[in-house]
T-cell receptor
Framework: EADIYQTPRYLVIGTGKKITLECSQT?????MYWYQQDPGMELHLIHY???????EKGDLSSESTVSRIRTEHFPLTLESARPSHTSQYLC????????????FGQGTRLTVV | RKEVEQDPGPFNVPEGATVAFNCTYS??????FFWYRQDCRKEPKLLMS???SGNEDGRFTAQLNRASQYISLLIRDSKLSDSATYLC???????????FGKGTTLSVSS
């Protein structure tokens, strides 16, 4: 089993609220990722990081921001949630070595009402 | 052209059937390829890596054709528990992150 954890698993929140989705891994992986997935649709990369103080935007534009202050922690923040942010957010991590698999957390299912 | 394209299916097969999925990718420089499995409302999990020479893991066989830029997954003797969405995964153009196909849905019935 992968040692990567996301909290909360489910979140229902009102429009305009600030939210932070937590992701932690205990595998010592340098690379971490955030993907967004709507039901029945593909995963879209929204953010990734090579290590501490490294953050990059992914292929899908997102209003969220991320930070990487510690290797094991890669939180995602939405300053002002909107209904269009309703989706599943999946965090993943992998070793820095090219070609290695990514391990996923169980995801956070976000609903903005 | 999308970076990774898959036939979405669904593939509806009886138990014991052999089923094959194909996937095409656009990044000719990509060096790493994977098949992931995703159950309904769950996170993706690695099924197998895909090596240049092809590789087999029990009932599952993965093949890579670099010249045509496609990857295949063959499942023999399908089980009910194989019902899931199978995701083709390659590294993006910059080689920085994994890009997922939309997935092919398999439904195995008794």
């Amino acid at each position: 089993e992968a040692d990567i954890y996301q909290t909360p698993r489910y979140l229902v929140i009102g429009t305009g609220k600030k939210i932070t989705l937590e992701c932690s891994q205990t595998m010592g992986h340098d690379k971490m990722y955030w993907y967004q997935q709507d039901p029945g649709m593909e995963l879209h990369l929204i953010h990734y990081s090579y290590g501490v103080n490294s953050t990059e935007k992914g292929d899908l534009s997102s209003e969220s921001t991320v930070s990487r202050i510690r290797t094991e922690h890669f939180p995602l923040t939405l300053e002002s949630a909107r209904p269009s942010h309703t989706s599943q957010y999946l965090c993943a991590s992998s070793e820095m070595v090219a070609g290695t698999e990514a391990f996923f957390g169980q995801g956070t299912r976000l609903t903005v009402v | 052209r999308k970076e990774v394209e898959q036939d979405p299916g669904p593939f509806n097969v009886p138990e014991g059937a052999t089923v094959a999925f194909n996937c095409t990718y656009s990044n000719s420089a990509s060096q790493s390829f994977f098949w992931y499995r995703q159950d309904c409302r769950k996170e993706p999990k690695l099924l197998m890596s895909v090596y240049s020479s092809g590789n087999e893991d029990g009932r599952f066989t993965a093949q890579l054709n670099r010249a045509s830029q496609y990857i295949s997954l063959l499942i023999r003797d399908s089980k009910l528990s194989d019902s899931a969405t199978y995701l083709c995964v390659v590294f993006n153009q910059a080689g920085t992150a994994l890009i997922f196909g939309k997935g092919t849905t398999l439904s195995v019935s008794s």
